[in-house]
């Protein structure tokens, strides 16, 4: 099966500019989430999705940081403005639905460089 | 709430060597657990996970964990390092049965050097 794919792989940005990342998830997946992982840091939650529901944004910035999961399908993550501290590698991931045993799979990452 | 404690940042081991990589956990309710590898520049890719069943799971490359409850332990093994191994791992957990979903928490990582 065809895996989750983040685009772009890569983005320079200055800080104050805006940015927004795409990931489309595994066909079939209800759900979907947002990670950032900080250089030397575990990836950490940004937001849960399921289907086209917010099941958890409690750690999203919500004053500079949006996504939106329109049809339950494709998810966009969106920064404005950016913020130094935002350089980080934001990672898609997407599981069958919600059950605590199914295996969340990650894209490659979008790798986010604020100067 | 549930934390994750990988213990090591780095970890060096020759090749031949046992890899042990650890791991504690902290969770209110029965875990689920899970190992995941990073190679550079990619995404995340399940090593092995514990879902309740058998307390010792084997996952792929080589790499086993045994979960122990009295030690909230969920360490990763393999008998004989390989120079493919060399990569990032980490440890996550989820909430299990509890219905709290499959959001996971992870650690901040050990990253595994394998010396010839």
């Known amino acids: 099966e065809a895996g989750v794919a983040q685009s772009p792989r890569y983005k320079i940005i200055e800080k104050r500019q805006s940015v927004a990342f795409w990931c489309n998830p595994i066909?079939?997946?209800?759900?979907l989430y947002w990670y950032q992982q900080i250089l030397g840091q575990g990836p950490k939650l940004l937001i849960q999705?399921?289907?086209?529901?917010?099941?958890?944004d409690s750690q999203l910035p919500k004053d500079r940081f949006s996504a939106e999961r329109l049809k339950g399908v494709d998810s966009t993550l969106k920064i404005q403005p950016a913020k130094l501290e935002d350089s980080a590698v934001y990672l898609c991931?997407?599981?069958?639905?919600?059950?605590?045993?199914?295996?969340?799979?990650f894209g490659a990452g979008s790798r986010l460089t604020v100067l | 709430a549930q934390s994750v404690t990988q213990l090591g940042s780095h970890v060096s081991v020759s090749e031949g060597a046992l890899v042990l990589l650890r791991c504690n956990y902290s969770?209110?309710?029965?875990?689920?657990l899970f190992w995941y590898v990073q190679y550079p520049n990619q995404g995340l890719q399940l090593l092995l996970k514990?879902?309740?069943?058998?307390?010792l799971v084997k996952g792929i490359n080589g790499f086993e964990a045994e979960f122990k409850k009295s030690e909230t332990s969920f360490h990763l093994t393999k008998p004989s390092a390989h120079m493919s191994d060399a990569a990032e791992y980490f440890c996550?957990?989820?909430?299990?049965?509890?219905?709290?979903?499959?959001?996971?928490?992870f650690g901040t990582g050990t990253q595994l050097k394998v010396e010839l």
């Open positions: 991931a997407s599981s069958l639905d919600t059950s605590g045993a199914n295996v969340l799979t």
């Open positions: 066909s079939g997946h209800a759900t």
């Open positions: 999705f399921q289907n086209n529901g917010v099941v958890d």
């Open positions: 969770s209110s309710v029965p875990p689920y």
């Open positions: 514990y879902t309740s069943a058998a307390t």
């Open positions: 996550a957990v989820s909430e299990g049965l509890t219905g709290g979903g499959n959001k996971l928490t």
